[in-house]
């Protein structure tokens, strides 16, 4: 017997009809980076859907992760300027908040070997040496405590520390 399985289209509408905005944002990026679907593709999908959702296409951004979706439309609902997949010289991080607070957003599958972990805290030293600012988040603290997290980020830019200094021209 075979399995009742809907095609793509189909289960993003019903995504569309029936997710939350985050929902939306984390499939419609998963569909993006997995290269399944073009953002034409998306905008034909939700041609009937509610206007928000069109609204909530336009955020979609190719992160590598569900997590790192949740958490990039997470602190953009905090009216953050937070860019996703971003080249700092040689290396590639998930998420830049403002200008130097990298996030980090680490799932079991990619990060929970010793090997993985021990280069990840080497490029975190570069990336400190370099004088960005790197917090890392895991998927449990993402969804089990989110408001702490948000709390700890929004701590460092109150304080400025997410934006390079300004520079002081010598005298």
């Keep these: ?15 569309l009809r029936c997710g939350s905005a ?28 509610p206007r928000w959702v069109t609204g909530l296409l336009a955020t979609t951004d190719r992160a590598e ?42 799932g079991a599958e990619h990060h929970g070997g010793w090997a993985a972990q021990s280069a990840d ?3 975190d030293r570069a990336l400190v040496a370099s004088g960005y600012l790197v917090m890392r988040v895991t998927y449990r603290q993402v969804l089990d405590d989110w408001p702490a997290i948000e709390q700890e980020i929004l ?9 390079w200094p300004r520079r002081r021209d010598a005298v």
């Design 121 to 123: 805290r080497a490029r």
């Design 1 to 15: 017997m075979r399995a009742a399985l809907d095609d793509l289209e189909t289960a993003f509408r019903c995504v």
């Design 65 to 106: 992760s569900g997590l790192e979706s949740i958490v990039r439309v997470r602190l953009r609902s905090c009216r953050l300027r937070v860019r996703a997949q971003v080249w700092i010289g040689a290396r590639r991080v998930d998420l830049v908040v403002g200008d130097r607070l990298v996030i980090e957003c680490d």
């Design 155 to 163: 701590a460092v830019v109150r304080r400025r520390e997410h934006r």
């Design 22 to 49: 985050e929902d939306v944002v984390v499939i419609a990026d998963s569909l993006l980076h997995l290269r399944l679907v073009t953002l034409e593709d998306l905008a034909a999908s939700a041609r009937s859907a």
